[in-house]
């Protein structure tokens, strides 16, 4: 089975603090995917990558970076984080083509204070 | 822009009845439609995929249907059980990359 791993479940931090979330996925999955999901607004997607050193915005990139060194690592930065950046926060991985389902993370649930 | 919509936020039902959930896209139809559970606190977990040219699809208890006249699919959970309460969203291949999901319907099971 596909294991996507994040690396904290809850996350507690200061306002103009830069934040990582890092996310790891074991089955050589080309792409991966950050998503924010918040109540009554569903999944939205932050950034993906579709292979190493490559990214791509999504809906909603402002205020975030990432990075993907490694094919089985994709990491989330939050620049300054801020009270509204307060959210679940789910990676997930495929491997491409409009059958295949993504594989999700348990998410990190990040509080801006 | 591809819009996914599920109509409903809650569905509260008796256990032993079927759950319906709708999910209602806009423009082209997609190739296909996917459907996922989600627990709370956790990531959203893949259940079904139906194909455009499928009329419907079944796994165990589920059912999925997919109607491009009317852009719309229907999941349905038959003979309901309290362990079936659950977030279920539905998606949309966007590009060749991106998913797009609906906000999600909480599906509660009363015994």
């Known amino acids: 089975d596909v294991k996507v791993t994040q690396s904290s479940r809850y996350l507690v931090k200061r306002t103009g603090e830069k934040v990582f979330l890092e996310c790891v996925q074991d089955m050589d999955h080309e792409n991966m995917f950050w998503y924010r999901q918040d109540p009554g607004l569903g999944l939205r997607l932050i950034y993906f990558s579709y292979d190493v050193k490559m990214k791509e915005k999504g809906d909603i990139p402002e205020g975030y970076s990432v990075s993907r060194e490694k094919k089985e690592r994709f990491s989330l930065i939050l620049e300054s984080a801020s009270t509204n950046q307060t959210s679940m926060y789910l990676c997930?991985?495929?491997?491409?083509?409009?059958?295949?389902?993504?594989?999700f993370g348990d998410g990190t649930r990040l509080s801006i204070l | 822009s591809q819009k996914i919509e599920q109509n409903s936020e809650a569905l509260n039902i008796q256990e032993g009845k079927t759950a319906t959930l709708t999910c209602n896209y806009t423009?082209?139809?997609?190739?296909?439609l996917q459907w996922y559970r989600q627990d709370p606190g956790r990531g959203p977990v893949f259940l079904l995929l139906?194909?455009?040219?499928?009329k419907e699809k079944r796994k165990e208890r589920l059912k999925v249907t997919f109607d491009t006249t009317l852009k719309q699919s229907l999941f349905h959970i038959t003979a309901s059980q309290p362990a079936d309460s659950a977030t279920y969203l539905c998606a949309r291949r966007a590009n060749d990359y991106k998913l797009s999901f609906g906000a999600g319907t909480t599906v509660t099971v009363r015994a």
């Open positions: 423009n082209y139809s997609p190739a296909y």
């Open positions: 139906i194909r455009e040219n499928e």
């Open positions: 997930a991985s495929d491997t491409g083509g409009s059958n295949q389902p993504q594989h």
